[in-house]
């Protein structure tokens, strides 16, 4: 059983559901990355997504697009992504996810990142623009490793599509809780809670619910019916806001503690 499966798993045995916040690799620079890491896992992280950036994050708001950007400028790559998570599991136990467009893994070299990410201790990979049609290659290389593959579902997907997603999918699906790109807003669509109902027809794994999700209010209604949810822009804002503090990763550790209540309700 994968990290990501018995997270889950203890989470159901103890009637929990399961935050999951997301940042982006290298912002606002790779020590920070690690730093970060290390307190959203102390603030109560069920699983962490570590966002690889990329220069045409299509799937993204704004926040999460400047944040690719501020990172792009250090000029990283995979390696250094991977260091950063290697130096984090020595250390913690949280399941990480790295959250990525394709192009980037497809130029480190798919296999090379099975291998790599594997021993770095990755858990799983979602890749935003990745359709299950077009994913064997690359899911199977990830099995192969022990590497969960998580797919997007969205509330205009087809029942065929759930299915297709259902039978490739391990670790979790992530249901986005709406048509469009990240970003914070006022309220959760009412969608979101008809999409994990529908999902739950095709498939027993975990189902957690992004995209929008910036408040504790709105963790609590997610929680309703979902396994999990992804706070990712909101965090990412916060990042931003406090780039220039000397504890900045302190303060965002306090940021994601604010919804532990929440969370644990």
């Known amino acids: 059983m994968s990290r990501i499966a018995q997270t889950f798993a203890r989470l159901k045995s103890e009637g929990r559901r399961g935050f999951i916040p997301f940042v982006t690799a290298g912002d606002p620079n790779l020590e920070t990355t690690y730093e970060l890491l290390m ?5 109560g992280a069920s699983l962490i997504e570590l966002g690889v950036p990329f220069s045409d994050p299509v799937a993204d708001g704004p ?11 250090y000029g990283f ?12 599991r020595e250390k913690l136990d949280v399941p990480l996810v790295l959250f990525s467009y394709f192009n980037p893994l497809l130029q480190f070299g798919l296999e090379r990142l099975s291998v790599e990410a594997s021993k770095a201790g990755v858990d ?44 490739r999918a391990t670790g979790f699906i992530y249901a986005v809780s709406r048509a469009g790109v990240t970003g914070a807003r006022d309220r959760v669509s009412r969608d979101a809670e008809a999409l994990v109902a529908r999902v739950r027809q095709f498939s027993d794994l975990p189902v957690a619910v992004g995209f929008g999700i910036s ?19 909101a965090i990412v804002a916060e990042i931003e806001r406090r780039a220039s503090s000397p504890d900045l990763a302190k303060r965002i ?5 604010s919804l532990l209540p929440v969370l644990e309700s």
Do not use: C, K
């Open 39 to 43: 307190e959203l896992a102390g603030a």
């Open 63 to 73: 926040v999460i697009q400047r944040a690719s950007e501020r990172a792009l400028r």
């Open 77 to 88: 790559g995979m390696d250094e992504i991977l260091a950063q998570v290697s130096r984090v």
């Open 124 to 167: 799983g990979l979602l890749v935003t623009d990745l359709v299950p049609e077009e994913s064997e290659e690359f899911s199977s290389l990830l099995r192969a490793h022990n590497l969960d593959m998580i797919f997007l579902v969205a509330p205009t997907s087809t029942d065929e599509r759930l299915r297709m997603v259902a039978s």
């Open 215 to 233: 408040t504790a209010e709105q963790v609590r209604d997610v929680w309703r019916y979902a396994d999990a949810a992804v706070v990712g822009s």
């Open 253 to 257: 550790g306090e940021f994601a503690l």
